[in-house]
């Protein structure tokens, strides 16, 4: 399981684009990964070959049912000055795009300001690994006359 050598702390939301961006570790090989979970059904992870789990929504019980309905406008992300923001009893997670990448903090309350794992990824990539995780459960149909795009 990734975790950064310090923990980042974060005293407001609202600052993020106070914090050293730049310093956020890059996750050039970031994947989406499904994981079974006892009577939870599948949770999704974000994943790394080289590093294994970074993050993920441990909350998200049966996420195979929900991505069969999932279309790009369902991507979890956020904007620095708006971060996406989720959490449950033991867990926090604020995703927000900024100057090409999306940044994800990894949290261990439901109010964490300190963020064991935190890192960046560019965001074509976060988006195509959205993409090939939607398609695999809900794929795109190519109508008659229209080209598929690759």
Do not use: C
């Not at 996750?27 to 079974?36: E, H, P, Q």
């Not at 261990?108 to 064991?116: E, V």
């Not at 935190?118 to 149909?141: H, K």
């Amino acid at each position: 399981m990734f975790r950064n050598p310090q923990p980042l702390h974060v005293d407001d939301e609202d600052a993020l684009g106070d914090l050293e961006l730049d310093a956020f570790p890059i996750i050039d090989d970031f994947a989406l990964t499904l994981v079974d979970v006892h009577e939870g059904g599948k949770h999704i992870e974000m994943a790394s070959a080289l590093l294994g789990r970074l993050a993920g929504f441990p909350a998200w019980d049966h996420a195979e049912r929900d991505l069969r309905h999932f279309d790009p406008s369902d991507v979890p992300l956020g904007f620095v000055d708006d971060p996406y923001d989720d959490r449950d009893d033991a867990w926090r997670i604020l995703i927000f795009e900024h100057a090409g990448f999306v940044h994800v903090l990894e949290g261990r309350a439901p109010h964490a300001h300190d963020f064991p794992a935190w890192f960046r990824v560019p965001t074509q990539r976060y988006f195509e690994a959205w993409a090939a995780l939607i398609d695999t459960f809900n794929p795109r149909t190519v109508l008659e006359g229209e080209e598929e795009q690759v």
